[in-house]
């Protein structure tokens, strides 16, 4: 299985994502765990990419894309994997198609969410975790860019014929059994 989940921060995709992940026993491969990955490790990569997430913009493609290629090129991604957080532009989807040629997607799960909702969440989520700067300015911001630049790929992929939206409102236990019901469909 090779797939990828898409929706808005706040929709619940890192969850559902592990979820996905333990039943399917593919690898979670995540862009915005691999930066935050980075940064703890205090690599270059990392220290670039902090600007840019602190701001709720997009990494430069000239960073994102070499991390997912080599990512991907891990024995462990062989048999499938769940792509989180990438591709998440137009030019993105065309690197991924490029890393993966003879071996496309299976499917593209969207979780869809209303925006107050998910703009709660992450509020929440902010004052839990402590995180000072994930202001609410800055959530609109990366509810902005997702609606501007990567909202439209899920049309690209519907006219490939792998789209499957999914509500992502209601318990994770509701989400998770709508997931793979049309997983399994
Ligand atoms: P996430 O955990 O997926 O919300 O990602 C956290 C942050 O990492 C995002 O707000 C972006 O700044 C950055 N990021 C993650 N994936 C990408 C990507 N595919 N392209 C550009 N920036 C990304």
Redesign the pocket.
Request: glycine share 14%; proline share 9%.
């Given at each position: 299985m090779r797939l990828l989940i898409m929706g808005p921060?706040g929709a619940g995709k890192g969850t559902q994502a592990a979820m996905i992940c333990e039943e399917f026993g593919i690898p979670h491969v995540?862009?915005?765990?691999l930066?935050r990955l980075n940064l703890t490790q205090g690599t270059a990569l990392g220290q670039e990419?902090k600007k840019?997430?602190d701001a709720?913009?997009?990494?430069p493609d000239s960073v994102?894309n070499g991390m997912v290629r080599e990512r991907l090129k891990e024995a462990d991604t062989k048999a499938g994997f769940l792509l989180?957080?990438?591709?998440?532009?137009v030019a993105?989807v065309a690197e991924l198609d490029g890393m993966l040629s003879t071996t496309p997607l299976d499917r593209v799960i969207e979780l869809t969410a209303d925006t107050d909702e998910v703009v709660k969440r992450l509020l929440g989520r902010a004052i839990e975790q402590g995180r000072a700067d994930d202001t609410e300015e800055v959530i609109r911001r990366?509810l902005e860019v997702y609606e501007e630049q990567t909202a439209p790929l899920t049309a690209l992929y519907k006219s490939r014929g792998l789209l499957v939206q999914v509500d992502g409102l209601g318990s994770v236990e509701e989400v998770t059994a709508r997931i793979s019901a049309a997983l399994n469909s």
């Open positions: 921060p995540s862009t915005g765990d930066f990419a840019y997430m709720g913009e997009y990494v994102t989180d957080g990438y591709p998440r532009t993105q990366r």
